[in-house]
């Protein structure tokens, strides 16, 4: 069992930015694969982006590239999210999550995605 606890959420204006955190706990070693998810209001969720943590190799959706950074601290099991140049189509709960295969727990499914965390929410004013 994987225990992931997200913080870092908050209210924002457009354009401004936001470091998400996710500690994960309960596991001998951190899961390969975490990613961060997203559920905006009336919409599916996505996930946003991804880091096999095994190399620090990363995975991003093309409505993020350039603006959100997952980087990780192995040392405190901790993954992040740096949100920058936030727009008010952002605003969403997010979730971390993680799985066995990079990229495969950004698919949301439960065989690769079966940890999940309660989610932090970001609101972006315009």
């Known amino acids: 069992q994987v225990n992931l606890v997200e913080s870092g959420g908050g209210s924002v204006q457009a354009g401004g930015s936001l470091t998400l955190s996710c500690v994960a706990s309960?596991?001998?070693?951190?899961?390969?694969?975490m990613a961060w998810f997203r559920r905006a209001p009336g919409k599916e969720r996505e996930g946003v982006a991804g880091i096999y943590t095994g190399d620090g190799r990363t995975h991003y959706i093309d409505s993020v590239l350039g603006r959100f950074t997952i980087s990780q601290d192995k040392a405190k099991n901790t993954i992040y999210l740096q949100v920058n140049s936030l727009k008010p189509e952002d605003t969403a709960m997010y979730y971390c999550?993680?799985?066995?295969?990079?990229?495969?727990?950004?698919?949301?499914?439960?065989?690769?995605?079966?940890?999940w965390g309660q989610g932090t929410q970001v609101t972006v004013s315009s």
């Open positions: 999550v993680a799985g066995p295969r990079f990229p495969f727990c950004m698919l949301g499914t439960r065989a690769d995605s079966p940890y």
């Open positions: 309960g596991a001998t070693s951190i899961p390969s694969c």
